[in-house]
């Protein structure tokens, strides 16, 4: 399967198809055309069942694409909740930091329920914001 079909597959959570290609580690966290890695267009298309996969995969998911953006930047800029909180519950990054830096990306979306979905959780988590300021 070439890149552009393997994107394709990614983008409309094509699980069984994906499946059939991505058999090892190294392809999960392959370079793909275009700068990114299979996780990047599985978070990018809100398509959480291929996250959940490519994760189980050994998919890296703090990996940076060609802009410096990782998968979970990709999933809170486009407003996949259901991504979001995946990757979140499955990074060894700081709650709190991940956070905050995601809300500033979700700021740019004043509609974004990602963003407001984060701000609960920051509240309930208690976390101590006043650094932020």
Not at 100 to 108: M, Q, R, S
Not at 112 to 123: A, C, F, I, N, P
Request: proline share 2%; glycine share 6%; aromatic share 8%.
């Amino acid at each position: 399967m070439g890149d552009k079909e393997l994107m394709w597959a990614l983008k409309n959570g094509d699980l069984d198809e994906i499946k059939s290609k991505l058999t090892a580690a190294v392809d999960v966290n392959r370079t793909l055309e275009g700068g990114r890695k299979p996780l990047h267009y599985a978070a990018d298309a809100g398509q959480e069942d291929v996250v959940e996969f490519l994760i189980s995969m050994g998919a890296d998911i703090n990996a940076p694409d060609k802009h410096g953006l990782t998968p979970l930047m990709a999933a809170c800029f486009e407003d996949h909740l259901s991504c979001v909180k995946v990757l979140l519950e499955k990074s060894s990054n700081g709650f709190v930091a991940r956070c905050l830096t995601l809300f500033y990306i979700c700021c740019l979306d004043k509609d974004s329920l990602t963003g407001k979905w984060l701000v609960t959780e920051l509240e309930e988590n208690k976390s101590d914001r006043s650094f932020v300021f």
